[in-house]
């Protein structure tokens, strides 16, 4: 029951629960973007240990080639994979390597010095790779 | 009736602007409470580099993760230059050309070095030995494998024995006691890289880091959200990870068949040689993997134990109090009580026993 007078409360006890109510929802909401966020993958060039490409993945792009500036070695992107199609090191373990396509999934060569990382907006499940 | 002099907002409107005031809070609050689900994430560093004829990565958290980071790519290239039997002027290149003449003074770090793994020759009864040299050489995996002769073969193994190494412990220095005996601490440079980083690490207070050199690894420290490391065990036996270690730290390497090997009418050669008979190790393994505290002695102990087999490894292994995840030539996969929790077998094809 209110009265012309001044009324003590600013904001009665059920305007205060529509209130939380309403607020607790946009945190749920929140919270949930933010857990929730797709692993955007992306390819990265590395020569001499410094980055000299790096390029979204996207399963709409059309396939392209990239050849590592100065050196023979040739990646190829394909949707959401790449691969090391082409070098001129001696032993091939880059190519050998195949297809890389998860976050973390890495091909070396390391007569030109190259790696060709793939790496997602997530943190990294994996230190390291032994073996 | 006295009128109050009040600013001319209705209590409509304050309800509103509270109820407003009341989303920024919780909308800063939601934020931070899922920036604190998804666990810290610090400074962090990575660095690639390259060393004794691998790929170098670094990741290391902390204040000062990039002097730290350039600091160890450093130690690792000067511990390349002291301890590499191929780098001019050496402490082993000159050692290697003093063999059967003079003691050869030895820095800090490479007698250090020496000594610890003249105790893993011992203790492995030879199958673990760095006088190897004059049989890498003769096999040369590094640059153009191919079969020797058995002539030779035999020939360069009358050479070979760690019992030929006089340490003089109170002059710091070493002799070759057999002419054309030398040393190859190839087997264990990388292993010896992450200790040369975990102690750079050390000095600049580092909070957390991992270190790879090639295939061995160094753990340092703890993550910034607290969880295990997870280290990846490559697949001997086809692309992607045969499983996953959770480790609080310590340092790995793995031995494997796969890594260097050629063929040769219908047979395949690969680099782990068994000294005491000159040919490559056939001992059941494809590769093993070794924990411990150390990286040079991970790095010994996995070769070690891929020229022993898996039975006889085990007393070894628990010498060093170190562990170990076996994988033999019949894909079945053991694992060493210490590691029995930590390990997560992903691939398929295999059998834990």
């Known amino acids: 029951m209110r009265t012309e007078s001044a009324p003590k409360k600013l904001i009665s006890p059920a305007d205060g629960i529509l209130i939380l109510g309403l607020v607790f929802v946009c945190f749920l909401f929140f919270v949930f973007r933010a857990l929730n966020q797709p692993d955007e993958l992306r390819v990265v060039v590395e020569k001499h240990g410094e980055i000299v490409y790096e390029q979204k993945l996207s399963g709409d792009t059309d396939p392209f080639e990239y050849t590592v500036e100065d050196t023979a070695v040739v990646i190829s992107v394909h949707g959401c994979t790449v691969s090391v199609i082409s070098s001129d090191c001696p032993d091939q373990i880059c190519v050998l390597t195949g297809t890389l396509q998860k976050a973390g999934d890495t091909a070396v060569c390391l007569p030109n010095q190259v790696v060709v990382r793939v790496l997602g907006s997530h943190p990294a499940t994996v230190d390291g790779i032994t073996g | ?353």
Not at chain 2, 191 to 213: P, Q
Not at chain 2, 267 to 274: A, E, N, P, S, W
Not at chain 2, 304 to 309: K, M, R
């Open chain 2, 1 to 353: 009736m006295k009128q109050s002099i009040v600013p001319p907002i209705s209590s409509k409107t304050l309800k509103i602007l509270a109820a407003v005031l009341f989303c920024l809070v919780f909308a800063l609050a939601a934020i931070l409470f899922s920036s604190w689900v998804q666990g810290p994430k610090g400074k962090q560093t990575t660095l690639s580099t390259y060393s004794m004829g691998s790929l170098v990565q670094q990741t290391v958290y902390g204040n000062q993760a990039e002097a730290a980071a350039s600091a160890a790519s450093f130690a690792v290239t000067s511990l390349e230059n002291q301890i590499s039997w191929r780098v001019e002027n050496s402490d082993i290149q000159k050692l290697n050309a003093a063999s059967g003449k003079q003691n050869v003074p030895l820095r800090d770090t490479t007698a250090k070095l020496l000594v610890q793994m003249l105790d893993v020759c011992e203790q492995s009864g030879g199958a673990f030995d760095i006088t190897i040299a004059p049989l890498s050489l003769l096999w040369n995996f590094d640059e153009a494998p191919s079969l020797p002769n058995a002539d030779d073969i035999g020939y360069f193994k009358q050479f070979v024995g760690y019992e030929n190494v006089f340490y003089d412990a109170a002059h710091q220095q070493v002799r070759l006691d057999l002419e054309n005996c030398a040393i190859d601490l190839g087997a264990v440079g990388k292993g010896a890289a992450c200790d040369a980083a975990a102690a750079v690490y050390r000095e600049h207070n580092v909070k957390a880091a991992v270190i790879a050199v090639g295939g061995s690894i160094g753990l340092y420290g703890t993550k910034p959200d607290n969880s295990d490391w997870n280290i990846e065990i490559r697949d001997p036996n086809k692309n992607g990870a045969l499983g996953v270690l959770h480790l609080a730290g310590g340092f790995i390497s793995t031995s494997g068949s796969y890594e260097k090997f050629f063929e040769e009418n219908g047979v395949l050669y690969h680099h782990l040689l068994d000294p005491s008979t000159g040919y490559p190790a056939d001992s059941g393994l494809v590769s093993v993997t070794v924990v411990t505290d150390s990286g040079a002695l991970s790095d010994a102990l996995s070769t070690a134990c891929f020229v022993l087999g898996y039975e006889e490894s085990l007393p070894l292994l628990q010498h060093y109090a170190a562990d170990a995840v076996f994988v033999t030539v019949n894909n079945e996969v053991y694992v060493t009580s210490g590691l029995a929790d930590r390990f997560d077998i992903t691939a398929e094809g295999y059998t834990i026993q």
